[in-house]
């Protein structure tokens, strides 16, 4: 049977920085849609969770590299509200990952407000494999600043950066 139409997914997120539960979800995505678009959000550098340690540079260029090997995984940045960077890139769907029921209560809240927003956009959830779920881009950097091993957290590529940062090499 053919599909009647390509889907292209967006994948948005703060990712500072990008984990192996984020890769995690954009290689189950990437296997189950025709594109899949990974967004960094310009604004959470101003945003109410704190200054990021990355910059949106710095954060989409770490995707960049570790999605280099997935032909149909594509990353940008944006800015504003999702919804409107969704019909710009004409997409179907918004996909986000669920951990733990803790994630669940704000998820929920987002997609009904992107529904709200937009009621052609629909939102996805994926779970992760199982020795992800406990994964944060927050307790990455919290350990990793208290010299606790993060190397089975994240790509090597993060980590790189993280040791750079911490020597204060990139400002
Ligand atoms: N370990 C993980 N496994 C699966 N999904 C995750 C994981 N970490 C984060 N996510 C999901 O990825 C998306 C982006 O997360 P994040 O980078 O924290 O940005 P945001 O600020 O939008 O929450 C969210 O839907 C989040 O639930
Ligand atoms: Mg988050």
Request: a positive charge; charged letters at 25%.
């Amino acid at each position: 049977m053919q599909r009647a139409k390509k889907t292209k997914v967006i994948y948005p997120g703060t990712f500072d920085p990008l984990t192996n539960g984020h890769l995690d979800l954009i290689a189950r995505a990437s296997k189950i849609v025709d594109e899949l678009v990974v967004a960094v959000h310009r604004n959470s550098e101003q945003g109410g969770k704190g200054k990021p340690l990355f910059t949106f540079l710095e954060r989409e260029q770490m995707l960049r590299e570790a999605t280099s090997e997935m032909p149909n995984v594509s990353v940008t940045t944006f800015d504003g509200l999702l919804v409107n960077f969704a019909k710009s890139q004409k997409a179907n769907a918004v996909l986000r990952g669920i951990r733990a029921v803790s994630d669940y209560e704000y998820e929920l809240q987002m997609a009904m407000m992107n529904r709200k927003l937009d009621p052609e956009i629909e939102t996805l959830f994926m779970i992760p494999g199982e020795r992800y779920t406990y994964v944060s881009s927050r307790l990455v950097k919290g350990v990793f600043m208290l010299g606790g091993d993060v190397t089975s957290m994240v790509p090597p590529n993060v980590i790189e950066r993280l040791k750079r940062k911490s020597l204060g090499k990139i400002s």
